[in-house]
C-alpha cells in the first residue's frame, strides 16, 4: 500500500486502495490495447514521456505497490501520475465510471467496528475516481512544480514560508537541466552570505516588484488557504488586522532585498497604508480596504489620489479584500476606474481584488477552466 491516510483503520486503508487498484488496473487494460504514446506516457511529465522503459517499469512498480501490503512512500511522482491515471479513466467513461458497487460489494461484510469514526461515511461519498482525487490528494503542488520554481528563482522564502512547498519533494519533476539549476540556486542559498538583491534598479522594475509582491499575496490568500485566516467561523478579520497580516507577509517577501516598507505613515492629508520606497527616486504607496465598507470605491476614486498628489508618488495600489463572492464580482469595474485615475492624475494607480470568500470549489470538484479560479485580471 501507499502511505495514505497512515493515521487511519486498516481497513478504511485496504477499502481505498481497493479502489485504487480497480482503477490502475483498468488504465493499464486500456493501454495494452493502444501504443505506449497514446495512454501510458500521457500520465507522466514531459520530459519523463520519451523514456518507455522507465515509464513501463514505474507503472507496475506503482500498481503492485498499492496491491501489496506494505507500506511504500508516496512521492511526487507518484502522485503525479496516480492523480493523472485517476483522471484519464474518471473523463475517459462516459458515465465517469462509476465505483458504487464497488464500495458496497467490498464493505457490506465489514462491520463499522473495524473502521475509525466518519470512515465508514467517507468511503460512501466515493463515485467516481474523481471523488478518489479529492480524498487521496491533500494538495496538488505537483502540477504546478514549473510555477513554484519561478517565484523560488525570484524569493526562495515566499515558497519554502509562505506557500508551504518543498521543492526538494519534487525534484523527480523537473527536467535534468531545471534540477541543476534549482540544486545550483539552493547551494547558493546556503553559502553565500552576500544579501540577496532583488532587481529594482529602474522605476519600470520597482512598479513590477510591487505587483509581483501583491500578485504574491492574492494567490496565498485564495489559492492557499490563507483565505481560513481572515475569515472563519470566528469572523471576518477587521481592516487593522488585514494590514499586520500583509505586513507580516511583505516582511518575508522583502526580506533580502533594499525594499523599504513602512507602515502607517502619516502625510499630511491622513495616515496611508503603507510606503513602500528604494531611496529617494522610487517610492510607492498601498492602500488596503475591505469590501465590506459601504465606501471602498471612494478609497480608490479619492483617498489615495490624495495621498499620491501630496506626497508627490508616482505610484499607488489599491488592494480590496473581499469577503464575498458577490462583493469580488461587484468591484470588477474599479479596473476600469484606476485606469481612469492613472490618466487623470499622471499616475500610475493600480486596482487589486483579492477573493477572500473562500467560495472556490476544490481541484476535484472544478469542470470548467473558469471555476479554476485563476485569472490575469485579479
Do not use: W
Request: some cysteine.
Amino acid at each position: 500500500m501507499l502511505d495514505l491516510y497512515a493515521d487511519s483503520s486498516k481497513s478504511f486503508r485496504y477499502a481505498l486502495h481497493h479502489l485504487l487498484d480497480i482503477v490502475v488496473e483498468h488504465f493499464m487494460e486500456v493501454g495494452s490495447n493502444l501504443s505506449y504514446e497514446e495512454i501510458y506516457a500521457s500520465v507522466f511529465p514531459l520530459h519523463k514521456q520519451e523514456d518507455e522503459e522507465y515509464a513501463m517499469g514505474f507503472l507496475k512498480s506503482l500498481q503492485r505497490e498499492i496491491r501489496d501490503d506494505y507500506s511504500h512512500r508516496l512521492t511526487s511522482m507518484k502522485e503525479y501520475v496516480l492523480y493523472n491515471i485517476l483522471l484519464f479513466v474518471y473523463e475517459g467513461s462516459e458515465d465517469g465510471f462509476l465505483l458504487n458497487d464497488e464500495i458496497t460489494n467490498y464493505i457490506k461484510y465489514c462491520p463499522n467496528v473495524m473502521f475509525f469514526e466518519d470512515e465508514f461515511d467517507v468511503l460512501y461519498t466515493i463515485k467516481t475516481p474523481n471523488d478518489l482525487i479529492g480524498i487521496c490528494f491533500d494538495d496538488l503542488d505537483f502540477l504546478e512544480v514549473h510555477k513554484y520554481f519561478e517565484a523560488y528563482k525570484k524569493n526562495p522564502y515566499i515558497v519554502n514560508n509562505l506557500y508551504n512547498v518543498d521543492l526538494d519533494y519534487h525534484t523527480e519533476l523537473m527536467p535534468n537541466d531545471i534540477l541543476t539549476e534549482y540544486n545550483e540556486l539552493k547551494d547558493y542559498m546556503q553559502t553565500s552570505t552576500e544579501p540577496k538583491v532583488f532587481p529594482a534598479d529602474t522605476e519600470e522594475s520597482f512598479y513590477n516588484l510591487i505587483n509581483e509582491l501583491v500578485a504574491n499575496f492574492n494567490h496565498y490568500i485564495v489559492h492557499k488557504k490563507g483565505h481560513t485566516l481572515i475569515n472563519n467561523k470566528l469572523g471576518e478579520y477587521g481592516e487593522k488586522e488585514v494590514q499586520v497580516l500583509f505586513d507580516l507577509f511583505t516582511s518575508t517577501y522583502l526580506k533580502d532585498t533594499e525594499l523599504v516598507i513602512t507602515r502607517e505613515v502619516d502625510t499630511g492629508r491622513g495616515t496611508v497604508d503603507f510606503y513602500i520606497s528604494k531611496g529617494k527616486n522610487m517610492r510607492g504607496l498601498i492602500e488596503i480596504k475591505l469590501g465590506s465598507h459601504n465606501r471602498f470605491a471612494h478609497g480608490l476614486k479619492y483617498q489615495l489620489p490624495v495621498y499620491l498628489l501630496t506626497e508627490n508618488i508616482k505610484c499607488g495600489f489599491f488592494i480590496l479584500i473581499c469577503y464575498s463572492e458577490e462583493i469580488y464580482q461587484h468591484s470588477n469595474y474599479l479596473h476600469v476606474e484606476a485606469k481612469k485615475l492613472s490618466k487623470e492624475h499622471q499616475r500610475k494607480i493600480y486596482f487589486k481584488r483579492i477573493n477572500a470568500s473562500g467560495s472556490l470549489a476544490t481541484a476535484s470538484n472544478i469542470n470548467s477552466e473558469a471555476g479554476m479560479g485563476f485569472s490575469n485580471k485579479q
